[in-house]
T-cell receptor
Framework: DAKTTQPTSMDCAEGRAANLPCNHS???????VYWYRQIHSQGPQYIIH???NNETNEMASLIITEDRKSSTLILPHATLRDTAVYYC???????????????FGQGTILTVHP | DTEVTQTPKHLVMGMTNKKSLKCEQH?????MYWYKQKAKKPPELMFV???????INESVPSRFSPECPNSSLLNLHLHALQPEDSALYLC????????????FGSGTRLTVV
């Protein structure tokens, strides 16, 4: 699976949009971009994933560049509870009958300030 | 039921003890995973079970022994651990149709003394 690069830390004001970037320049055509977050002392939580189209769900939006070499996770109205480590992960599709790995990098520590 | 349940939440064990961590899910997921997470580090994959069979072992020492008795239950048997094995142990599961979408438990905080 392709490697990802994320900033070590970011700050955001409460109520503003948080835009978390991720570089994955070696991504291949069948690899998906996944985002997870981990709030202190809890297990990681799935946020969203995409292949090449932009995606939106109740938690966030995912914007993938046309060349797929980078992506941005957007939390539209950040709250204090969004303070967490955010992981961008690139993972291939194993075919549904076998299971591969979800490998976590260092992630971005997002701190939302009042 | 949309949760992965891990027990116990906290465990303190001596280096000569034998203990087990338990993980349970009732979402019909057919893959289950064990991760280890040290403080201020990302989770590291240890084992993957696919349809109750061990499919990936990330060169984990034999003092960690996984077991998948059925599609809902995953155990991690611990024996002769070292203090450096102290960590948060996370269990996760995923559905065949959404294989990269993992549901994680809250973990077991293990301290080896």
């Amino acid at each position: 699976d392709a490697k990802t690069t994320q900033p070590t830390s970011m700050d955001c004001a409460e109520g503003r949009a948080a835009n978390l970037p991720c570089n994955h320049s070696t991504i291949s055509g069948n690899e998906y971009v996944y985002w997870y977050r981990q709030i202190h002392s809890q297990g990681p939580q799935y946020i969203i994933h995409g292949l090449k189209n932009n995606e939106t769900n109740e938690m966030a939006s995912l914007i993938i560049t046309e060349d797929r070499k980078s992506s941005t996770l957007i939390l539209p109205h950040a709250t204090l509870r969004d303070t967490a480590v955010y992981y961008c992960i690139v993972r291939g599709y194993a075919g549904g009958t076998s299971y591969g790995k979800l490998t976590f990098g260092q992630g971005t520590i997002l701190t939302v300030h009042p | 039921d949309t949760e992965v349940t891990q027990t116990p939440k906290h465990l303190v064990m001596g280096m000569t003890n034998k203990k087990s961590l338990k993980c349970e899910q009732h979402m019909g997921h057919r893959a289950m995973y064990w991760y280890k997470q040290k403080a201020k580090k990302p989770p590291e994959l240890m084992f993957v079970y696919s349809y109750e069979k061990l499919s990936i072992n990330e060169s984990v020492p034999s003092r960690f022994s996984p077991e998948c008795p059925n599609s809902s239950l995953l155990n991690l048997h611990l024996h002769a651990l070292q203090p450096e094995d102290s960590a948060l142990y996370l269990c996760a599961s995923s559905h065949p149709a959404r294989e990269g979408h993992y549901t994680f438990g809250s973990g077991t905080r293990l301290t080896v003394v």
